[in-house]
């Protein structure tokens, strides 16, 4: 099996992450996907400034895919917080075999992807909408002093 330096070998890629994790950069998402259906080699696929919502309309149905998304989480200026989410997307109609590789993948690319706060390996857009993944971040943080709206 290839390692990470084979399926991640596309430069452009250590480029975005550093990039997202930049906060002087405008960059706060990243997403990798196959080169093509039979490849196990992951290229840049898109980059955006906008937030988690802008980043999921990039993941079709039958694509499987990995993300990397900055989040800021605080009640106000003062105090907000950067933390960082790894998204594994495996599109409802993604092939099984695909599916069966990135079990294994995954690991690879969390070798590269490696600094986050929480990971949603999901098929389903409803798990990265900004509420649910807030509501991650929130639990992975431990302590939380502003229960308004949200029930545990």
Same mark, same amino acid.
């Given at each position: !099996? *290839?390692?990470?330096?084979?399926?991640?070998?596309?430069?452009?890629? @250590?480029?975005? +992450?550093?990039?997202?994790?930049?906060?002087?950069?405008?960059?706060?998402? /990243?997403?990798?996907?196959?080169? #093509?259906? &039979?490849?196990? @080699? /992951?290229?840049? =696929?898109?980059?955006?400034?906008?937030?988690?919502?802008? !980043?999921?309309? &990039? /993941?079709?149905?039958?694509?499987?895919?990995?993300?990397?998304?900055?989040?800021?989480?605080?009640?106000?200026?003062? =105090?907000?917080?950067?933390?960082?989410?790894?998204?594994?997307?495996?599109? *409802?109609?993604?092939?099984? !075999?695909?599916?069966?590789? !990135? #079990?294994?993948?995954?690991?690879?690319?969390?070798?590269?992807?490696? =600094?986050?706060?929480?990971?949603?390996?999901?098929?389903?857009?409803?798990?990265?909408?900004?509420?649910?993944?807030?509501?991650? /971040?929130?639990?992975?943080?431990?302590? @939380?002093?502003?229960?308004?709206?949200?029930? +545990?």
């Amino acid at each position: !099996m *290839p390692g990470a330096a084979d399926i991640l070998s596309d430069p452009e890629i @250590n480029q975005a +992450y550093e990039d997202v994790r930049d906060d002087k950069s405008q960059t706060t998402w /990243l997403v990798l996907k196959y080169a #093509s259906a &039979t490849s196990d @080699n /992951l290229a840049l =696929s898109s980059t955006g400034s906008g937030d988690i919502a802008e !980043m999921t309309e &990039t /993941l079709g149905e039958d694509e499987a895919a990995y993300a990397y998304v900055r989040v800021k989480l605080g009640n106000d200026e003062y =105090s907000e917080r950067v933390k960082f989410v790894f998204v594994v997307w495996q599109g *409802p109609q993604t092939k099984v !075999m695909r599916k069966a590789k !990135m #079990s294994f993948q995954s690991g690879q690319v969390k070798q590269v992807l490696r =600094s986050y706060a929480v990971e949603v390996q999901t098929g389903d857009k409803r798990d990265l909408e900004g509420e649910a993944v807030t509501l991650k /971040l929130r639990r992975a943080m431990g302590a @939380n002093y502003d229960r308004q709206g949200t029930s +545990y």
